[in-house]
């Protein structure tokens, strides 16, 4: 798979992106169209095989106005923000003012971070892919491959009901991703709650980004750290 291919060659990325969520409950698209109810800006990084991290920069909510039945926009402080050293994944929950702590499992360290939820955001094994989802191709141009992706496994079928993924041809990178929520429609596009992350040009085996990415955060000053405590494992 040339895909799997591509993403080996890849040792760090860095890349920014949009995002867009939609959700008919808040901003009915009979009323609003297509009118997504959040929109937020951000980074998201990593480099092989087991370090990353996820932030959003900006954030914006479009609601309707109770008394003038019009559409507005307003700022919010975003407040998603992870990092994963290897050992460790660091939590920034800023509504509560608190660096949450997670160690990672022994027996999961060293191993590559394309195991999580969205694999084929980060890099791609063709065997892992063909195991865990089934993937076709419903598009093709020149420059791009769109894929449907629909997961196998119960508890990927739990966070998503389907991703589409343009690719660039060229790159076999993510160009674009349309994440849609388990009780999404599974045969509509564009239908349904779901999240689009529109990539930006991406940063790939950069050698200042191998050596100063993915250090242990620093608490902020009015902040707790809380380390957290995995459940037992059932019996």
């Known amino acids: 798979m040339l895909w799997e291919t591509k993403s080996g060659e890849i040792k760090t990325y860095k890349c ?6 939609y959700d008919p409950a808040f ?24 370090k990353g991290c996820f932030q959003i920069t900006e954030s914006e909510v479009q609601y309707v106005n109770p008394k003038t039945k019009e559409l507005e926009k307003k700022s919010v402080e975003p407040y998603e923000h992870w990092v994963c050293t290897g050992k460790e994944v660091y939590e920034y929950d800023a509504p509560n003012k608190q660096l949450k702590v997670y160690d990672v499992p022994p027996e999961m360290r060293g191993k590559a971070i394309v195991d999580g939820p969205l694999p084929f955001l980060f890099g791609a094994e063709a065997e892992k892919l063909r195991r865990r989802y089934f993937i076709r191709i419903f598009h093709e141009t020149d420059e791009e491959i769109w894929l449907d992706v629909y997961p196998r496994r119960q508890e990927d079928a739990a966070s998503y ?19 849609y929520a388990p009780n999404a429609p599974t045969v509509q596009r ?26 242990k955060p620093i608490k902020p000053l009015t902040w707790k750290l809380v380390r ?6 059932e019996r």
Do not use: C, W
């Not at 920014?16 to 969520?21: L, T, V």
């Not at 660039?168 to 349309?178: G, I, T, V």
């Open 16 to 21: 920014s992106f949009h995002r867009y969520e």
């Open 27 to 50: 901003l009915d698209p009979k009323y609003f169209g297509e009118t997504p109810s959040n929109v937020s800006t951000g980074e998201v990084s990593y480099r092989r095989p087991d």
């Open 190 to 215: 564009n239908v349904g709650q779901r999240t689009v992350y529109i990539m930006g040009d991406a940063t790939v085996n950069s050698v200042f980004d191998q050596v100063m990415m993915f250090q």
């Open 228 to 233: 957290e405590t995995p459940p037992p494992a």
């Open 161 to 179: 009901s389907r991703v589409e993924i343009v690719l660039d041809r060229e790159k076999f990178l993510p160009k674009a991703l349309q994440v």
